[in-house]
């Protein structure tokens, strides 16, 4: 297993700073689902990682391998890792075999179709080798590039929106494949997604980007209910900021504060000043008593039926989400109770630190070999 490690990562296009000083890690064996806007830089990351780019500065490292710094520059083919990208292309004469085995014929014979039929069987196809691509259906190729990568035993696995072509039925069965490949070959592997609930479905660790820099690394679990900073918040599972004015803390570490003209006691990691109440769905419920609100919007998403609704007292704020548990109407009046949420300092007003010394860490480290899931098969030695 081989962690991957940067230093102070740049790269520019021109006047565009694609990779932002990147100081981060992503540990051992992690499933890591690298997300953000369009244009953030994620691919340039993972080109960057496989050495298809050259760092302006900054150092990489893969496992104890210094690969990218001012002084080092480790080609692609000397990395032992695996791209797949959202095209998968496969040579469209050749076989399923033949396409697999494509990057290894530097191998003995005996010893590449010993590969291809290891990687096809990893993938589910060990039984469609003679086929063509155009015999196969977009999932069925899409998981021959990745047995194409996995053939090579690669220690890291990137992943740049594998997905993306697919509906939304294979999707869902590809997620479950790649976690299973995950377990059973050990290798890191970083997976660009724009999909959230993809991300948050099959990694252990997610990974926002934002602006060429690495905004939060955590569990899914983590950057829903402690983000780190606004964008966070407001990119993962469509959150809202409010701003409000935190007033202390309560004995038992509750942030304190004012939303207009109600007080509230929530959790958070804000000093007193003005902050961002970070809130999704989950986090408000209509109730008589709450704070006076009036639905600006009804709509029906995943089988529940939400609502936009407007703070009387925050009137040209962002409109917040909620469930309904009745139909409503745009206008009515909708008091909501806000039971969670997070609190953080406004922007410009220090973002709490970041353990590891102001960088994007993953926080939980290697992966404890008790935590990992299946060993690989003894026939699959990995590199
Ligand atoms: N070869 C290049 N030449 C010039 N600009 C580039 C090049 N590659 C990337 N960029 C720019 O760098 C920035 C980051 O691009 P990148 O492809 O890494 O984003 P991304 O996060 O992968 O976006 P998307 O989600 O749309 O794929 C963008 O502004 C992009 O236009
Ligand atoms: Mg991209």
């Known amino acids: ?24 890690a992503f540990g051992a064996g992690r499933f890591v689902a690298l997300m953000g806007p369009s244009g953030c830089g994620k691919t340039t990351l993972l080109r960057l990682i496989a050495g298809l ?9 893969l496992g104890r391998d210094e690969v990218a710094g001012p002084t080092v520059f480790v080609p692609p083919e000397r990395r032992r890792l695996g791209m797949v990208f959202q095209s998968y292309a496969l040579w469209p004469t050749m076989t399923v075999a033949g396409n697999v085995g494509f990057g290894l014929n530097r191998l003995p014979r005996a010893e590449r179709d010993a590969r291809v039929a290891d990687a096809l069987r990893l993938v ?13 259906s977009g999932g069925q190729r899409q998981r021959v590039a990745l047995a194409r990568s996995l053939a090579a035993r690669p220690r890291i696995l990137l992943l740049d929106e594998p997905l993306a072509n697919l509906d939304a039925h294979l999707r869902h069965a590809m997620l479950a494949e790649f976690r299973r490949i995950h377990a059973a070959t050990g290798c890191t592997m970083v997976f660009v997604t724009h999909d959230q609930n993809e ?33 966070v918040a407001r990119f993962v599972g469509q959150g809202r900021t409010l701003p409000v004015e935190v007033t202390g803390r309560t004995p038992d570490g509750l942030c304190t504060l004012r939303l207009g003209a109600a007080t509230l006691a929530l959790p958070g990691d804000a000093p007193p000043g003005p902050g961002w109440l970070c809130l999704h769905a989950r986090d408000l419920t209509p109730d008589a008593g709450g704070l006076p609100a009036r639905i600006a919007g009804v709509r029906f998403e995943d089988g529940y039926l939400l609502a936009d609704v407007l703070l009387d ?33 406004r922007e410009g007003q220090g973002v709490a630190p970041v353990p590891g010394g102001g960088s994007a860490q993953d926080a939980a480290g290697p992966v404890s070999p008790a935590s990992r899931h299946t060993e690989l098969a003894p026939s699959t030695p990995r590199p």
């Open 124 to 136: 589910g196809l060990h039984d469609h080798g003679s086929r063509r691509p155009h015999e196969l």
């Open 1 to 24: 297993m081989t962690d991957i490690r940067l230093e102070n990562l740049s790269r520019s296009f021109g006047a565009t700073r694609a990779v932002d000083g990147l100081t981060a």
């Open 199 to 231: 991300a948050m479905a099959v990694a252990d660790t997610v990974a926002v980007m934002d602006h060429g820099r690495l905004e939060q690394i955590g569990a899914p679990g983590e950057l829903y209910d402690r983000p780190r900073t606004p964008m």
């Open 313 to 345: 007292d925050l009137p040209g704020g962002a409109p917040l989400s909620l469930r309904l548990d009745r139909p409503g109407a745009v206008g009515e009046a909708l008091p909501v109770r806000i039971r969670g949420g997070w609190v953080l300092p």
């Open 53 to 61: 780019e050259r760092p302006d500065a900054g150092r990489l490292w």
